[in-house]
Each structure stands twice: as C-alpha cells, then as structure tokens.
C-alpha cells in the first residue's frame, strides 16, 4: 500500500539552528501538507502546496518557515532559525486531489 | 472561527462494551469530516469521510454517522487493539488550500 514517507525520524537540534525535514508523498497525489503536534496538544495545521506553490497556510506559518518541491518526489519543510518552541511531531501528508489526506509517520523534532 | 469539539477525553471500556465517541463542529460550510486513528507516536490513520447528513459508514467494528451539528463513531464490541486515539476533522469553506482542522481527540483504551 502507497505511504507517504518522511525522515529523519527524529531530530535534536540547536536553538538558533536551521532544520530541513523531507518527505516522500504518495506517486499520484497532487496535494501535499505539513502538519505539527507539540505533545499533548492537538495536531494542528500548517501549510498545503499545490502546482508548485503554497494554496493555504496558518497563522503558525511565519516567515521561519519555507517550504520547497525540489524535485518530483520530495517535499520538504525548512524551519530557519529554530525556537525552543518549535518542538513537536510534524507530519507531512498528501492527498490526491482535495479529498481524502494521508499522513506520514513524522518527524520528532527536538529543540534544545 | 471554525471549531471542533471531541467528547469524552478519555473513554476506558472493557473488551466487548459498545460505546460512542463524539465530534461535534461548528464550522462556516462543511465540505467533509474526517475521522482518523492515531496511535502513541505514529501519524494519523484515515478511516472514514462523511460529507452530508444523515451519512454512515462501516468499517469492521467502527461506524461512523454525521449529522448537521456532530459526528458520532460508534464502537461495536471493541478489542484491546482498538486502543488508540480518535482524531475528528473537518474541512470548511474557508479552507481554499483543503486544510483540516483537528480536534483534540478522545483517547480509547480497551481492556480484556
């Protein structure tokens, strides 16, 4: 069954550092999206990307934030200066049109 | 601003005890809820999309129903491995990039 794939699984960075988190969506979907959950809250919205720009985002998605499609299998999320309050699960997720998302397992980023 | 509201927080129920878990939302034009399972550390797992009142949906021991104001997912006879967290979502009008706006969940545990 197609899954949407993402690494690292777990990441440990510096305050202050730069993070890129990669994600492979599912071959034929043409929608794709990040998502967080810090631990114990809810899993909460971040941006969607679609023909090749950004078709929503949230108030969460500030100017750290980039999102880029480098290639036709990657999607990727860059947090450039990262905060203490940037730790949590994100998830990317893809869905083939606007209907059903699915979700990768995450990445576990830790801000230390 | 759109909301959605998960009831109870937490359900513990013993193997075979039927029980309902509850979404209710208040959004500005629904265009799906979604319900997803998610277990500790994982991403969410899609297991249904309702668009339009008085729609249901099965799937083994799960059935999922929508009215105008709430959702309800029925859990018929459940087993330990049902545990988990049950996420509901929702898609709005507002939502131009198909964003989806979670609640918090209702963790289930199951015990033999």
């Known amino acids: 069954e197609p899954e949407v794939t993402q690494t690292p699984s777990h990441q440990v960075t510096q305050m202050g550092q730069e993070v890129i988190l990669h994600c492979v969506p599912i071959?034929?979907?043409?929608?794709f999206y990040w998502y967080r959950q810090i631990l114990g809250q809810k899993v909460e919205f971040l941006v969607s990307?679609?023909?090749?720009?950004?078709?929503?985002k949230s108030e969460i998605f500030d100017d750290q934030f980039s999102v880029e499609r480098p290639d036709g299998s990657n999607f990727t999320l860059k947090i450039r200066s990262t905060k203490l309050e940037d730790s949590a699960m994100y998830f990317c997720?893809?869905?083939?049109?606007?209907?059903?998302?699915?979700f990768g397992e995450g990445s576990w980023l830790t801000v230390v | 601003e759109d909301q959605v509201t998960q009831s109870p927080e937490a359900l513990r129920l013993q193997e075979g005890e039927s029980s309902s878990l509850n979404c209710s939302y208040t959004?500005?034009?629904?265009?799906?809820l979604f319900w997803y399972r998610q277990d500790p550390g994982k991403g969410p797992e899609f297991l249904f999309t309702?668009?339009?009142a008085g729609e249901e949906k099965e799937k083994e021991r799960l059935k999922a129903t929508l009215t105008k104001k709430e959702s309800f997912l029925h859990i018929t006879a459940p087993k330990p491995e049902d545990s988990a967290t049950y996420l509901c979502?929702?898609?709005?009008?507002?939502?131009?990039?198909?964003?989806?706006?979670f609640g918090k969940g209702t963790s289930l545990l199951v015990t033999p």
């Open positions: 990307f679609y023909n090749n720009e950004i078709s929503e």
């Open positions: 979502a929702v898609r709005a009008d507002s939502n131009s990039g198909y964003a989806l706006n």
């Open positions: 997720a893809s869905s083939e049109r606007g209907n059903t998302i699915y």
């Open positions: 309702l668009y339009s």
């Open positions: 959004v500005s034009g629904l265009r799906g």
């Open positions: 071959s034929n979907h043409l929608y």
